[in-house]
């Protein structure tokens, strides 16, 4: 295992990209991935490498997820999304953060993907940003309406009723799912 763990911690200083970023998912996937390593490759100036500390930090608490979910690169934050919602994180500012990058991303996915997260995460402090996705483009009013699941009160069930109208049909049929 030695050889194995100074192979994957010296790609972490690789030149190449796709070789930190393997190296990233090599020692989290062998619990070897400590703060300190996961820290610094969640400052990669490569987005390949972020994401890979994103996707990581599902399973690593300590992993930097605030910093991660304010990413300048879309695809480290939606990861980043993915990961909050998937370890449920609770910490401190992560709903607010999410909330923020559900209602005002530029990008749809990451929406999409902050949105999924507050539903997973069920925290009542994200309940309005999931509301509000409920009017977005429809892949996010999608996932906006399964994001409800875990609420009941007449807020949510008006949001349900309301996509029961909703010109996309997969948003209708998650409503109406939900409703029975």
């Not at 390949?48 to 879309?74: H, Q, T, W």
């Not at 402090?125 to 409800?148: E, F």
Request: aromatic share 4%; glycine share 6%.
């Amino acid at each position: 295992m030695a050889g194995e763990y100074s192979l994957a911690l010296n790609g972490l200083y690789d030149e190449d990209p796709k070789v930190r970023s393997t190296s990233v998912t090599v020692l989290c996937e062998n619990g070897l991935l400590n703060n300190e390593l996961g820290s610094d490759a969640a400052r990669d100036p490569h987005p390949i490498v972020r994401s890979s500390v994103a996707k990581s930090a599902a399973e690593l608490y300590y992993l930097p997820i605030l910093e991660l979910l304010r990413d300048v690169d879309f695809t480290v934050v939606e990861v980043a999304c993915w990961a909050a919602g998937e370890r449920g994180d609770r910490q401190d500012g992560v709903v607010s953060v999410l909330s923020n990058i559900a209602l005002q991303h530029e990008d749809s996915l990451c929406r999409e993907a902050a949105v999924a997260a507050l539903g997973a995460i069920g925290n009542a402090d994200g309940l309005n940003s999931i509301l509000k996705a409920t009017t977005d483009v429809a892949t996010v009013r999608r996932r906006a309406v399964l994001a409800l699941a875990p609420f009941d009160n007449p807020a949510v069930t008006k949001a349900l009723e309301n996509a029961l109208e909703d010109r996309d049909w997969q948003v209708r049929q998650a409503a109406e799912d939900l409703l029975m």
